[in-house]
């Protein structure tokens, strides 16, 4: 990992305000590191005199964003995204944590291919990179990948995402392995049959367009499969990318009723803020401008679709209760030529690390969240999550600003405004539908293990001072 603090030096955030909500922190404050983890935050002078002082009057200082969901692409797919580009994608974006989907080429399903994605991820990545490993051998579906194995050399949970595991009493044994290792699986839930040959959302706006539609109930009938085999397993099963309203119902059910096993779900940025009405193009287009197939947005195509405004309101309903604990980007990197083509051939995927948190602040400036709120389901909502494998890794306490903890830490201004323009991304997937968007929130540093991952023209280069003598 590229920016780890060289040992014994020590770095000042200075009198910014400190946003915690792991312990219930909102004060302004400074915030010094050593070594790499948190030495001491508090108000007034420090402890010790530090190196080198940031200084970040009027912006929040967060623990950093952890992403449970998100393609790399590497091995396999470097035309689309590399751990390279990808991590400094996510130092952009304020994530400082990354989970990366196994469906690579070949997929995280040995001992060699996650270690290959974590050596690749300390010697070119700008983020930390915890690996999300295989649920069946080669995603095939057919035979559990090496659970232990996968666990030992650093997998933190299992996945088959880019499909779902179709076979439930399979999904019932990975539950049982996963369950003893103290990791959870984390279900792109579908049913594939019900799903088979959709490129929308089914509805009214799909059938005006001609375009086949993906049922909700597709993703709902995924949900409560999955629901029962956590009750029957006492496992954790997390839902990815829960998009329609009966699933959240379906999980919200759950965690009131539950009698044994556990039950967690994240929401993408672009599930909690946009509708289906984008496939007809930027700002939701008028349908009557809309030539015919080719003259959609294949930016705005994606897996699961983008749903109704019913179930982006039920989606930011849960995310402020709770039924909902993570964002999570599902961050999908393409080449241009993956998504210059027919809707109905194009991608599925939005790349979506560097608008995240912009998009998601939204919520906030419409009163549907509070900023803390914001903030924990950015932070120790996904940490809980991946607990036991973050213990495993030596990385307690993240997702937090608590003294001893990685200091990792997410600086941004929540007034700031900008333009998305897919052309100044790191990451290689310029595959947007929000170019041209205003969106207010910016991130404005990053710092991974006490080394600066990222910092927006004009903080660091101008606040950041050595200090002269220590
Ligand atoms: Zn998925």
Redesign the pocket.
Known sequence: MAPTQAEGKTLLIHEGRLLDPSQGLDAVGSLLFKDGRIEWWGQGEPPVKPNAVISVPGLVVCPGFIDLHCHLREPGFEDKETIATGTRAAARGGFTTVCSMANTRPTVDSRATVELVLHKARTEGSVRVLPVACVTQGQQGKQLAEFGELAEAGAVAYSD??RPVADARLLRHALEYARALGRPVLE?CEDPALAAGGVMNESALAHRLGLKGMPAAAEEAAVARDIALAELTGAHVHI??VSTAGAVELVRREQQSRRVGTVTAEATPHHLMLTEALVLGPKGGDITAALGPGAYDANAKV?PPLRAQADVEALRQALAEGVIQAIAT?HAPHTLADKLCEFDQAASGISGLETAFGLVMGLVHASVLDLPTLVARLTSGPARIIERGLADQGLSGLGSLRVGAPADVTVFDPNAEWTVDPGQFASKGKNTPLAGWRLKGRVMATIVGGGIAYAAPGLAVQKAVEVAGA
């Open positions: 995402d880019g792109h990815q990318h897996n599902d």
